[in-house]
Nanobody, 120 residues
């Protein structure tokens, strides 16, 4: 089992910044990729950014490219999402997730979710 604990988030004005953290524990050696998803009211959950557990293979949704940065700290087994130039449309519940080799995100592990609200 892998446990993911999120922190960060909150309320910020448009143009501001926030950083989300996701600390992994347990059988972290089984993780293949980690990622950040978000779900806004009335919308489907979407992948925002992903990173290989090894630290390479970064991937971003087009809507956040150039504004968000995903990163990892090996020593702390923690993943981050630095969000800059936030827009009201970034408002959503953000989830971190971890998948395993040969498996899908839906069969992986998920954090508890954290609300990000961007006011105009």
């Amino acid at each position: 089992q892998v446990q993911l604990v999120q922190s960060g988030g909150g309320l910020v004005q448009a143009g501001g910044s926030l950083r989300l953290s996701c600390a992994a524990s347990g059988r972290t050696f089984s993780i293949d990729h980690m990622g950040w998803f978000r779900q806004a009211p009335g919308k489907e959950r979407e992948l925002v950014a992903a990173i290989a557990w090894s630290g390479g293979n970064l991937d971003y949704a087009g809507s956040v490219k150039g504004r968000f940065t995903i990163s990892r700290d090996d020593a702390k087994n923690t993943m981050y999402l630095q969000m800059n130039s936030l827009k009201p449309e970034d408002t959503a519940v953000y989830y971190c997730a971890a998948d395993q080799t040969g498996s899908s995100w839906s069969n992986g592990y998920w954090g508890q979710g954290t609300q990000v609200t961007v006011s105009s």
